[in-house]
């Protein structure tokens, strides 16, 4: 019978546990694109855009530090009849929003296009973003 | 049926401008019947999700998104088959195709034109803070975006020196010298001439 594993029997302690968010990564006329879909079922929708826009500067950074360039880097927040469209080509994130709740519970999508980056160092940075959307802390 | 193909960068305001559109035709048409639609949409992303479409749809019109590919290769018969769809079904005055930034227009336009029968005029919107960086990086792609085009829009004029926006201008008409360019900024909102010239042609 087989034994599933837990991250702690596979030698990591219970602080350095993540959830590992699916990342889809494309490739097309030599840039990559990669994208994620998240729900967080008790966040605001006002701290989840903020989260988000963080999370957008964030992996702009990593992009620009690498030396590649971003195609463009966006996320929409959605939640009980509000949404959030956020996007950055240079790090500074533009906010778009249409309508306001206060419930908690949103699900944000997450997009990035980027040329002359490996596989490997964007599905990372996109992975750090979203562990970012999610808890609103880098690492 | 009038089709636009919006082709340009990532990030050089096609999204922008197709929202400017849409406000502008709902401003413009306040008093028409609901049943007649002026506007379909076509949107493309490579990605596996398609982030445009929480900004479009809340302009109220119908977004036909279609994601994780290409309408300018991989995806050009789920393409042709949505312009056949659209033209029978919604008849609408004008349906625009929001190409991805990675997309040859060219290669688009002759799939419409080939497979569902319509010709398509191309606008190409140009990124001045960040044409020479898209030039250096992905050079065939630039030029092959900018040879296609019916009209150049050289956008974000805000955020360039004058000398820096000669020389994109310049970089531009070397290449395209017959093709009308027009300067433009949509960083507080999309100049009515600009979607007039786009949706009209004047």
Redesign the interface.
């Known amino acids: 019978m087989a034994r599933k594993l837990t991250g702690a029997a596979l030698g990591a302690s219970k602080a350095v546990i993540r959830r590992k968010t699916p990342v889809t990564v494309r490739s097309h006329e030599g840039a990559l694109a990669a994208s994620c879909t998240l729900d967080l079922p008790s966040v605001p929708f006002a701290q989840a855009i903020e989260q988000t826009g963080a999370a957008l500067a964030l992996l702009a950074g990593l992009v620009q530090a690498q030396g590649a360039l971003i195609g463009h880097i966006k996320a929409g927040v959605e939640a009980d009849g509000a949404s959030a469209f956020l996007s950055t080509t240079d790090g500074r994130v533009s906010v778009r929003t249409a309508g306001e709740t206060a419930a908690a519970g949103c699900k944000a999508q997450l997009s990035a296009i980027v040329v002359g980056l490996s596989k490997e160092v964007l599905e990372a940075g996109v992975q750090r973003a979203a562990d970012m959307v999610r808890t609103g802390k880098d690492g | 049926m009038k089709i636009i193909i919006l082709s340009g960068?990532?990030?050089s305001g096609k999204t922008t401008l197709l929202m400017g559109m849409t406000a502008y035709l709902s401003r413009l048409h306040d008093d028409k019947a609901p049943a007649h639609i002026d506007l379909a949409i076509i949107e493309n992303?490579?990605?596996?999700?398609?982030?445009?479409?929480?900004?479009l749809?809340?302009a109220g019109y119908e977004v036909f998104g279609m994601t994780?590919g290409?309408i300018c290769c991989t995806m050009v018969s789920d393409l042709t088959e949505c312009v056949r769809d659209v033209s029978e079904r919604i008849r609408p005055d004008w349906l625009i195709v929001e190409a991805?930034?990675?997309a040859y227009p060219q290669s688009i336009a002759k799939a419409v034109k080939e497979y569902a029968g319509f010709d398509a005029s191309i606008v190409c919107i140009v990124?001045a803070?960040?044409f020479d960086?898209?030039l250096q990086?992905?050079p065939p792609?630039a030029e092959g975006q900018l040879a296609a085009a019916d009209l150049l829009l050289v956008n974000k004029t805000d955020a360039v020196s004058s000398e820096k926006l000669a020389s994109v201008r310049r970089l531009v008409s070397e290449r395209c010298p017959d093709t009308e360019l027009l300067l433009l900024s949509m960083k507080d909102g999309v100049d009515e001439a600009v979607i007039r010239r786009v949706l009209y042609g004047a």
Request: charged share 20%; hydrophobic share 55%.
């Open positions: 960068f990532l990030g992303e490579i990605g596996a999700v398609n982030i445009d479409d929480y900004a749809a809340d994780a290409c991805t930034g990675l990124d803070a960040r960086a898209f990086a992905m792609l």
